[in-house]
């Protein structure tokens, strides 16, 4: 009965350890279900950085002006 449950061990070890020299894929090539969420909002962010360069041109214009 031993017999059986050593070789059980070895098989379930041996499987374990193949288990983790898999490589998983590379991040570019995985796709994830948040992935149009995430350039929406990667242009969201590039957007606002536009508007706030625009104020800041227009805020220094008005300074220029007033003076």
């Known amino acids: 009965m031993s017999l059986n ?5 070895f098989a379930t070890t041996a499987l374990g350890l193949a288990g983790c020299s898999v ?8 796709q994830t279900i948040i992935d149009d969420q995430l350039k929406v909002m990667d242009k969201a962010k590039a957007m606002e950085q536009q508007v706030l360069d625009a104020q800041h041109k227009t805020d220094e214009a008005m300074d220029q002006q007033s003076q």
């Open 5 to 9: 449950w050593s070789v059980i061990a």
């Open 23 to 30: 490589e998983p894929p590379p991040d570019e090539d995985r």
